[in-house]
Nanobody
Framework: QVQLQESGGGSVQSGGSLRLSCEII????????MGWVRQVSGKEREAVAT???????TYAESVKGRFALSQDNAKNTLDLQMNSLKPEDTSMYYC?????????????????WGQGTQVTVSH
């Protein structure tokens, strides 16, 4: 049983920063596939940053160089540092997780989701 809870969202001006945190409740020393996904109502979801079971981190092209994903094992959190925010980053951000498939494959395994936290970036 895994539960995810996001926090850290808010409103900032263009160029500002926010740090999102996802608390993983029920984590039992398992290498989960985890990541942050954003979705604007009525639009396609976009994986912002994900970390595979082997530790490999992948960033969406639109956020490379601006966002940084990190894990805090002591606190069981997955954090997303968001710098140089743009209005285009405005979205609901969700934390997602899932057990990797055989061989560590993470595609399509994100079956655990948080409620989301809103990020709004103004001009």
């Amino acid at each position: 049983q895994v539960q995810l809870q996001e926090s850290g969202g808010g409103s900032v001006q263009s160029g500002g920063s926010l740090r999102l945190s996802c608390e993983i409740i029920g984590y039992t020393d398992i290498s989960y596939c985890m990541g942050w996904v954003r979705q604007v109502s009525g639009k396609e979801r976009e994986a912002v940053a994900t970390i595979d079971s082997d530790g490999s981190i992948t960033y969406a092209e639109s956020v490379k160089g601006r966002f940084a994903l990190s894990q805090d094992n002591a606190k069981n959190t997955l954090d997303l540092q968001m710098n140089s925010l743009k209005p285009e980053d405005t979205s609901m951000y969700y934390c997602a997780a899932g057990l990797p498939r055989y061989g560590g494959e993470c595609t399509g395994v994100y079956n655990y989701w948080g409620q989301g936290t809103q990020v709004t970036v103004s001009h």
